[in-house]
């Protein structure tokens, strides 16, 4: 005499939590994408002015924001100030720096400035 036996259905369960540590929207507005990169030639004297290579040739307005930064050939991009475009002409333009960012970083000659134009 024998006896059927059933292992039955098999059933699981799994529970899944989704959690994120950054909204996508703060990483989207954190992301700067810049149009024109232009060098510093000339500093006055009190550090408040600079001149940079470009200009009305390539696209610098007046009144356009531009991000300083100190470059080196290591992949280290460290922001140092920013400025305001004041005066434009055919290559140069002359940039009214408005905020500083490190105060132990002095603004000189070679530092690399990015503006986008939107």
Do not use: C, W
């Amino acid at each position: 005499m024998g006896r059927s036996t059933d292992i039955g259905r098999i059933y699981g369960v799994q529970l899944i939590r989704r959690v994120e540590s950054a909204p996508s929207g703060k990483l989207d507005a954190g992301f700067k994408t810049y149009d024109i990169e232009a060098n510093v030639v000339k500093v006055s004297s009190n550090k408040d002015y600079v001149q940079i290579d470009k200009g009305l040739s390539e696209d610098v307005r007046k009144g356009m924001t531009m991000d300083f930064f100190e470059f080196d050939y290591l992949g280290g991009n460290l922001l140092i100030a920013r400025g305001t475009v004041i005066s434009t002409k055919s290559d140069t333009a002359v940039v009214k720096i408005t905020q500083r960012f490190h105060k132990k970083k002095q603004i000189k000659e070679g530092l690399v400035g990015r503006s986008s134009l939107k």
